[in-house]
């Protein structure tokens, strides 16, 4: 199945500055790439998503980024808070198929 | 929001009993998954599931696993017989129009094999 790698696993960041997550994946045929939050002993919410006719997709203070040339995207997060800390999942798609990332534990030390 | 319900929650079971664990997706969506995560890690892909049929699974997803939707009912995914190393939180998800819609996920069902 698809590859997607995930860097950060552990991201550290202050709270205000801003956090970038980033992702690569392998197959071409992907065309979706969700992004999703999960809070300690919870699920998985979707929290912004983006399809490869778009290279750029911002709500609020999400924006994701897509490269489709390079397999590429990310997700930065502006003005962090720390209700902002989770762990963060990259995915990507194709033929009904959604392959996650490895995570990034995000933390946001006020 | 749309929700998918698992259940149980929680499931402690002894090594070689069979187990299921059930999932009542979000109504009318087509598409269902289930997801492996250990200590809230990777989320690892199992097997995918429509119209009836297993689409894909992947390595994890051993011979001991079954899954089904009988007459629409729960989606379940049954472990026959279960080992130590299937202590997991087990995540559904669903979704209506395949890979590039919002896919769903349920709270999960935390798995402990003794």
């Known amino acids: 199945g698809e590859q997607v790698e995930q860097l950060p696993s552990i991201l550290r960041v202050q709270e205000g500055s801003s956090a970038s997550i980033n992702c690569s994946y392998e197959?071409?045929?992907?065309?979706?790439f969700p992004w999703y939050k999960q809070e300690p002993g919870e699920n998985p919410k979707l929290i912004i998503d983006?399809?490869?006719?778009?290279e750029r997709k911002q709500i609020q203070e999400l924006i994701v980024l897509l490269d489709k040339k390079a397999k590429r995207f990310s997700l930065h997060i502006t003005d962090t808070q720390p209700g902002d800390s989770a762990m963060y999942f990259c995915?990507?798609?194709?033929?009904?198929?959604?392959?996650f990332g490895d995570g990034t534990q995000l933390v946001v030390k006020p | 929001g749309p929700k998918v319900l698992q259940i149980p929650s929680h499931q402690i079971i002894d090594m070689g009993q069979m187990v299921t664990l059930n999932c009542d997706p979000v109504?009318?969506?087509?598409?269902f998954y289930w997801y492996k995560q250990i200590l809230g890690q990777q989320m690892e892909f199992l097997v995918n599931?429509?119209?009836?049929?297993?689409?894909?699974k992947s390595k994890l997803f051993k011979d001991q696993f079954s899954v089904e939707r009988p007459d629409g009912s729960y989606f379940t995914l049954k472990i026959q017989p279960t080992a130590l190393e299937d202590s997991a939180v087990y995540f559904c998800?669903?979704?209506?129009?395949?890979?590039?819609?919002?896919?769903?996920f349920g709270k999960g069902t935390r798995l402990t094999v003794v």
């Open positions: 995915a990507a798609s194709s033929n009904n198929r959604i392959f």
């Open positions: 599931f429509y119209n009836g049929k297993v689409m894909e």
């Open positions: 998800a669903s979704s209506g129009q395949g890979g590039d819609t919002e896919v769903f």
């Open positions: 197959d071409s045929a992907s065309n979706y």
């Open positions: 109504s009318n969506h087509l598409y």
């Open positions: 983006i399809r490869s006719n778009m």
